[in-house]
C-alpha cells in the first residue's frame, strides 16, 4: 500500500447538502466500517440530511448512485470492498463499479465519493477500513472528496 502523495484534504464545510451514502452488504466488517466513516465525515462537515442505503455488492452502486442523483442528492458517496480471487470475477467487477460510477458522475454532474476498495486480500481491505487498527479510513476519504467537490463545483 503506497499512501504517498495523498493529499491532506480538511472537512469542508456543507451545511445544507443532501448526501446518499449507498455501501455494498458484502464484507460487513469492512463495509459497517467505511459508512461509519462516511458518517463521521458528514458530521464534521456539518451535514444533517443524509440518507445510507445498503445494495447487495459493489456491481449495485452504480444503478443506485444514478437514482440518487436524480432524486436530487447533492453527493453520493459509494461504498464496498471487491478481493482478488482466483477467476477474472474481480477485474470485471472492479471495472464494471469504477466506470458505472464515473458515468454517473460525469454525465449527471452530482460529485461521487469513490470509496470501493479493490484489494488483493482480506488484511489489505481491513486496513483500509478505518477500523481502530486500521492504517487508513476510506470512507472518511471518500466523503471529504466528495464534499470537496461539492463545494468547489457550488464556487463555480
Given amino acids: 500500500m503506497s499512501g504517498s502523495g495523498a493529499p491532506t484534504i480538511e472537512a469542508p464545510r456543507a451545511e445544507g447538502a443532501r448526501v446518499a451514502v449507498i455501501a455494498a452488504q ?3 466488517k469492512v463495509t459497517d466500517s467505511l459508512v461509519a466513516g462516511a458518517l463521521r465525515a458528514l458530521e464534521d462537515s456539518g451535514v444533517t440530511d ?3 442505503i445498503r445494495v447487495p455488492g459493489s456491481f449495485e452502486l452504480p444503478v443506485v448512485a444514478l437514482h440518487a442523483a436524480k432524486a436530487g442528492y447533492d453527493a453520493v458517496i459509494a461504498l464496498g470492498v471487491v478481493i482478488r480471487g482466483d477467476t477474472p470475477h ?3 467487477v472492479c471495472q464494471a463499479t469504477t466506470d458505472g460510477l464515473m458515468q454517473v458522475g ?3 454532474g452530482v460529485p461521487i465519493g469513490f470509496g470501493v476498495l ?3 486480500n482480506d488484511p489489505q481491505a481491513l486496513d483500509r477500513a478505518g477500523l ?3 492504517r487508513e479510513d ?3 476519504e471518500a466523503t471529504q472528496a ?3 467537490t461539492l463545494v468547489a463545483v457550488r464556487a463555480l
Fill in 26 to 28: 458484502w464484507h460487513p
Fill in 106 to 108: 460525469v454525465t449527471t
Fill in 90 to 92: 474481480f477485474e470485471y
Fill in 132 to 134: 481502530p487498527d486500521s
Fill in 138 to 140: 476510506k470512507g472518511y
Fill in 146 to 148: 466528495a464534499l470537496s
Fill in 118 to 120: 479493490t484489494c488483493d
Fill in 50 to 52: 443524509h440518507k445510507v
